[in-house]
Structures are given as structure tokens and as C-alpha cells.
Antibody, heavy 119, light 107 residues
Framework: EVQLVESGGGLVQAGGSLRLSCAASGFSVSNNHMNWVRQAPGKGLEWVSILYKNAGTTHYADSVKGRFAISRDNSQNTLYLQMNSLRPEDTAVYYC????????????WGQGILVTVSS | EIVLTQSPATLSLSPGESATLSCRASQSVSRFLAWYQQKPGRAPRLLIYDASNRATGIPARFSGSGSGTDFTLTISSLEPEDFAVYYCQQRSAWPRTFGQGTKVEIK
């Protein structure tokens, strides 16, 4: 069974850093493109970043470009999001989501982890 | 970036009624559009991909149509578990974008 479990969220001051983890089971993160998607409280969904299965290609939303970095550890079967220079507007529930490699839509999601950035 | 505009913002319906949700793209996305359902406190769930294909395990009462810039999600007869927020999402161009959502609530 495919499962994605996020961790590492919490409260951080503006300008600070946080690293989110997404532990995968039931498949290998190296076999799928992997994403982070966030949702501010009471708001809609915003795609944040993708790491291609070849690990050589990444894309970022303009809102996080230059501040966030996506990576993975194949030995731990875990996806990461390093978040630096955090801003209050980064406050959100962060989901990791897997790309279905046949359709390239988000077919499995984690339960989400809350990141709160205080000013 | 491609902006997806969903309408209406809220749909108030009774169980058994049919729901029609709209998603309009600011430029053509061909058929590279998906629909997701999200319930409070839960992660989104993929319902429809490539405009009209049901994802694995999705009931036949959910159907999608459209291409180019105009898309529709239809729920043929609402079940109690269908009351939720629905989002469209495009993968035609970077960045991938979502619509702002349509809430289907019980009337």
C-alpha cells in the first residue's frame, strides 16, 4: 500500500528555516516524480515544487524560488523540502504528493503537515 | 501562468440532485486538466484526469468533460459523502496551477 507521511513542521519566526520530510512506503520515491503542494489556512491549493524521478530536474513556484529546495534520499525513501528565509505568507499545510507516472497528476498525497511562520 | 477560474464558488444542493461545476482556463490547456475532491482536514483525492478519465476507484456518478479552456465536472446524483470542495488543476504548462475551488454544500 502506498503511503506518504510528512514530518518536520511547526512554528518558526520569519526569516527562519525548516526542513520538511516525506517518508514514502509501498513504492520508491526514485521511481516517481514527487511534489510539494501547500494550502494556506482556509485557502485553496498551491503547487510548490517538483523533483523529477531522474533527480536532475526540479521546478519551483515563483513564490518560493530561491528560498526552497526539494531533494530526496533514496536510501531512506524520503522526499525533503528545505525552506529558508521563511515569510508569514508561507504559513500553510504542506502536502507531499506523488505523480502518477502514466498520467502525471497527483495520485497519492500525504496527510499534510502544518508550518506556521510568525512575524 | 495559467489561471483557472472555477464557478460557482458555492453550490447548495440536496442529496440526489445533480451538480455541475465549471473550470475555465486563461489559455488552452488542451485536455490536461484534473479534478480533485477535498474534505475538511483531509488531503485532496484525484477524481478525474485528462478532462474525462475517472481515476481508480472513482464512482461512475462522477464525470468530466471539456477541452481547451472550458471544463465541467458533473456529479449525477449527489451522495452524502460528495459534499466537499472540488478543485481543478492543469498540467499543460509550468507552474502547475489549481482553481480556487467550488464548495458543494448541503442545502
Amino acid at each position: 500500500e502506498v503511503q506518504l507521511v510528512e514530518s518536520g513542521g511547526g512554528l518558526v519566526q520569519a526569516g527562519g528555516s525548516l526542513r520538511l520530510s516525506c517518508a514514502a512506503s509501498g513504492f520508491s520515491v526514485s521511481n516517481n516524480h514527487m511534489n510539494w503542494v501547500r494550502q494556506a489556512p482556509g485557502k485553496g491549493l498551491e503547487w510548490v515544487s517538483i523533483l523529477y524521478k531522474n533527480a536532475g530536474t526540479t521546478h519551483y513556484a515563483d513564490s518560493v524560488k530561491g528560498r526552497f529546495a526539494i531533494s530526496r534520499d533514496n536510501s531512506q525513501n524520503t522526499l525533503y523540502l528545505q525552506m529558508n528565509s521563511l515569510r508569514p505568507e508561507d504559513t500553510a499545510v504542506y502536502y507531499c504528493a506523488r505523480d502518477d507516472m502514466a498520467t502525471f497528476y497527483f495520485d497519492y498525497w500525504g496527510q499534510g503537515i502544518l508550518v506556521t511562520v510568525s512575524s | 501562468e495559467i489561471v483557472l477560474t472555477q464557478s460557482p464558488a458555492t453550490l447548495s444542493l440536496s442529496p440526489g440532485e445533480s451538480a455541475t461545476l465549471s473550470c475555465r482556463a486563461s489559455q488552452s490547456v488542451s485536455r490536461f486538466l484534473a479534478w480533485y475532491q477535498q474534505k475538511p482536514g483531509r488531503a485532496p483525492r484525484l477524481l478525474i484526469y485528462d478532462a474525462s478519465n475517472r481515476a481508480t476507484g472513482i464512482p461512475a456518478r462522477f464525470s468530466g468533460s471539456g477541452s481547451g479552456t472550458d471544463f465541467t465536472l458533473t456529479i449525477s446524483s449527489l451522495e452524502p459523502e460528495d459534499f466537499a470542495v472540488y478543485y481543478c488543476q492543469q498540467r499543460s504548462a509550468w507552474p502547475r496551477t489549481f482553481g480556487q475551488g467550488t464548495k458543494v454544500e448541503i442545502k
